[in-house]
Nanobody, 124 residues
Framework: QVQLVESGGGLVQAGGSLRLSCAASGRTFSAYRMGWFRQAPGKEREFVAAISASGDIRYYADSVKGRFTIFRDNAKNTVYLQMNSLKPEDTAVYYC?????????????????WGQGIQVTVSS
């Protein structure tokens, strides 16, 4: 069992930056691929970024590539999402998720554990 708790969200102006953190409980954090997803009002949950269990492989949605960076610290059981050059269309509730490696990383159903979500609002 893995419990995930996000932090670091809030309100920021367009062009600004935020860093989201996701702290995991449990001793098996380093065995999981970690992902970030987001969901805007009236829209489906969408993939943002993912990182392999070891941290050496990263995946990004085209919409955030070059602006967002995912990284993890397995010693601290934490995964991060550094978000730069934020745009109003990045406004959403952001979720971190943990799942096994080997499955399609963009599919929410391939993740077993989810955080409660945290609001990110980017004003224009």
């Amino acid at each position: 069992q893995v419990q995930l708790v996000e932090s670091g969200g809030g309100l920021v102006q367009a062009g600004g930056s935020l860093r989201l953190s996701c702290a995991a409980s449990g001793r098996t954090f380093s065995a999981y691929r970690m992902g970030w997803f987001r969901q805007a009002p009236g829209k489906e949950r969408e993939f943002v970024a993912a990182i392999s269990a070891s941290g050496d492989i990263r995946y990004y949605a085209d919409s955030v590539k070059g602006r967002f960076t995912i990284f993890r610290d397995n010693a601290k059981n934490t995964v991060y999402l550094q978000m730069n050059s934020l745009k109003p269309e990045d406004t959403a509730v952001y979720y971190c998720a943990a799942g096994p490696s080997g499955l399609a990383y963009v599919v929410p159903e391939n993740y077993n554990y989810w955080g409660q979500g945290i609001q990110v609002t980017v004003s224009s």
